[in-house]
């Protein structure tokens, strides 16, 4: 497991989900199973943990604990997974939306630039459309949204122009016949940063992980109990922005309803009220936790 993936936060994440004994609780990134390892900790005998995944890889990392289940699924399906499992309320939900290490190491996943493999970055390799698929279909104009939005690049008509014209040749099937594609657009002297960006952009389409990232943040609000909390750990400036939103309002345009009488109505108390980031010591420990945001609410 420690080889899988290094747990993010996962001292404040613990804390900030106030754990009780005999609570319910869900892991929605199980992942390398760090954060979870932790919640079994707090919890009693009576207790309950959850924790999905959509990679079936993640299963070897499954605890042999009584208390524990795994749910092999995307995390937008939370409250229907639960309700099959005889579960509709929990005492607190925990989310850390980064990318697992294995993910990165496993050259053959397609998730880094910097081995050659298929250009897949499929978290449920069961099914969908593959970042080769991505790039080779989409138009100019999508593939331009796709990578301003998600990857926060800049002159993204260029990139999706070199793009185009290595695809009219060739169709871009691996990760390194990508980076040749857009090597007459890459900075020279920030090569990496700007891969990484592409590459980020990229999973993110393949995966819908924005969408997934509202749909459970809004089923949250249904299976929370009074009292519960909601933990979310982000590393991109839009998720961040989206749980940022969700918390302060109960939706993710960050809208806040009023009553007759002016009263703000909103769902959560917001515990964090500056997003929680790594240590330098972390960061120093675990370099890619170094854009990690967390942020708590409490349910009202």
């Avoid at 809208?255 to 009488?261: N, S, T, Y």
Wanted: with cysteine; charged share 30%; glycine share 8%.
């Amino acid at each position: 497991m420690s080889n899988y993936h290094t747990p993010v936060l996962l001292n404040e994440a613990i804390d900030l989900l106030n754990i009780k004994g005999d609570g319910t609780y869900v892991d929605l990134t199980f992942g390398g199973g760090g954060h979870s390892r932790a919640i079994l900790e707090q919890l009693g005998s009576s207790g309950r943990l959850y924790s999905f995944d959509q990679d079936s890889d993640t299963k070897a990392n499954a605890p042999d604990d009584e208390r524990f289940h795994y749910v092999e699924s995307n995390f937008r399906w939370l409250r229907s997974a639960l309700r099959l499992r005889g579960v509709e309320q929990v005492d607190g939900i925990l989310a850390d939306l980064g990318v697992s290490s294995h993910h990165f190491d496993a050259a053959w996943r397609g998730f880094s630039f910097r081995s050659d493999a298929p250009l897949d970055m499929r978290m449920n390799q069961r099914g969908g459309e593959s970042a080769a698929d991505v790039v080779n279909n989409r138009s100019e104009e999508e593939l331009s949204e796709i990578f301003a939005q998600y990857g926060e690049l800049q002159t993204t008509w260029k990139i999706a122009s070199c793009i185009a014209r290595s695809r009219a040749v060739e169709p871009i099937r691996t990760t390194q016949q990508l980076c040749r594609a857009v090597e007459r657009c890459t900075p020279k002297h920030d090569e990496a940063k700007f891969l990484t960006k592409l590459f980020q952009a990229l999973r993110i389409e393949v995966n819908g992980e924005m969408e997934a990232l509202k749909m459970a943040l809004e089923q949250s609000l249904k299976v929370l109990r009074p009292g519960g909390r909601l933990v979310v750990i982000a590393y991109h400036s839009l998720e961040d922005r989206i749980v940022k939103n969700f918390l302060r309002s109960g939706n993710t345009a960050g809208a806040i309803k009023e009553d007759f009488f002016g009263r703000r109505e909103v769902p959560f108390e917001v515990i964090t009220r500056k997003a929680v980031v790594p240590t330098a010591e972390e960061i120093e420990r675990n370099p890619r936790s170094r854009s990690a945001k967390m942020r708590a609410a409490e349910k009202l």
